[in-house]
């Protein structure tokens, strides 16, 4: 039975997926291994009317992103349609595909921000992890013309084995750039992670010294940039709040149209996902089955039942307590109270060298 609206808070945050098309092909991508064609996306009008049923839903903010969303030729009515629907707008890009002239467009239509994704502090490598000749140069192209707007800038840096160990030169290549803000966003083992898991998981020891490092860089840069952290699922000792909170604070929309209440939900079995081209979005956030399987505490096993913290964290990620225990509604085992916690510790001490398996 759908609860009454009354009772659910309102979502603050929208994640469209624009498209999957993606000239990187990064093996940590968060989109599934299936990936939506070209053929099945929203069209423009759809996605200024989701706009409008979002903003009066509640949600303030919108991340348009993909894929990489200027594969789209109609980006900047797009976000045009969000920033009229009173939305703030952040642009999720990998900077390859983005033209100066679109860009420039962008910002005339009201582009309130900016987010940049940078493999690595090195040029060689972070092509290599990117699957994409040149993308690196490309990158601080296109962060020297949003500073030259006047844009606010975020780098977003996803770490790993392979360039865990220079988040200190990652951080300094943000200021360099005029970024207000910087992510240290360590791997979700989802999606296109989880085959690369042995290739891409860290040491415990290079954990330890990055999470140090995050510390003292807080310290040095206070008032310069601000720097956003969190240990790594498989080393931490309890499991983040998905989202927020299953069906909480946030939404999710794929390019063909699915509302998701995470980015990888698509992930779990037996989940019906209602889609924007069939109902309004205030109908989906308040009666969809998928949001409502997880959303509360009522659906929680032992031990999240009775555990002080069930409100905090949720039980965790739901995709990651299936992906590794075959159980959604199991307590994600990154918490160290799950009785399938020692299964992390294992998996963390598996990797491999060999060649990533690219998104494709």
Not at 284 to 293: D, E, L, T, V
Request: overall charge negative; proline content about 6%; aromatic content about 6%.
């Amino acid at each position: 039975m759908a609860q009454s609206s009354e009772k659910l808070p309102r979502p603050l945050g929208l994640l469209a997926e624009l498209t999957h098309r993606c000239p990187l092909a990064c093996p940590y991508c968060s989109n599934p291994l299936q990936l939506d064609k070209r053929g099945d996306e929203l069209d423009t009008a759809t996605w200024a009317r989701v706009f409008g049923e979002a903003a009066r839903l509640g949600v303030i903010q919108v991340h348009l992103s993909g894929g990489e969303p200027a594969a789209r030729r109609d980006l900047v009515e797009i976000m045009a349609a969000a920033h009229q629907a009173g939305l703030y707008t952040n642009l999720i890009t990998s900077a390859v595909g983005l033209r100066p002239e679109t860009f420039s467009a962008l910002v005339d239509a009201g582009l309130d921000h900016v987010q940049i994704s940078i493999q690595d502090s090195d040029a060689h490598s972070a092509d290599h992890i990117a699957g994409y000749e040149g993308a690196f140069e490309r990158k601080r192209a296109l962060a020297a013309a949003v500073v030259a707007r006047k844009v606010p800038l975020t780098v977003n840096a996803v770490m790993h084995r392979a360039n865990i160990d220079h988040v200190s030169d990652m951080v300094e290549l943000a200021l360099s750039l005029g970024a207000s803000r910087v992510e240290i966003a360590h791997v979700q083992y989802y999606g296109w992670a989880l085959p690369n898991r042995a290739m891409l998981m860290p040491t415990r020891e290079q954990v330890d010294l990055a999470v140090a490092a995050v510390e003292e860089l807080r310290t040095r840069h206070h008032g310069a940039i601000v720097i956003d952290a969190v240990v790594p699922d498989y080393y931490a000792r309890f499991p983040k709040p998905c989202v927020g909170g299953w069906g909480r604070r946030s939404l999710n929309i794929t390019p063909s149209g699915k509302v998701l209440p995470c980015h990888a939900a698509e992930s779990l079995p037996d989940l019906e996902f209602w889609s924007v081209r069939d109902r309004s979005l205030a109908d989906i956030w308040i009666s969809s089955p998928a949001f409502q399987a997880f959303r509360g505490t009522s659906w929680m096993q032992e031990p999240c039942a009775s555990c002080p913290r069930r409100e905090q964290d949720f039980g965790g990620c739901r995709c990651q307590a299936f992906a590794l225990t075959g159980d959604a509604r199991a307590t994600d085992p990154v918490c160290h109270l799950s009785p399938h916690h020692a299964m992390v510790a294992e998996l963390a001490a598996v990797r491999t060298e060999a060649a990533y398996i690219y998104r494709r």
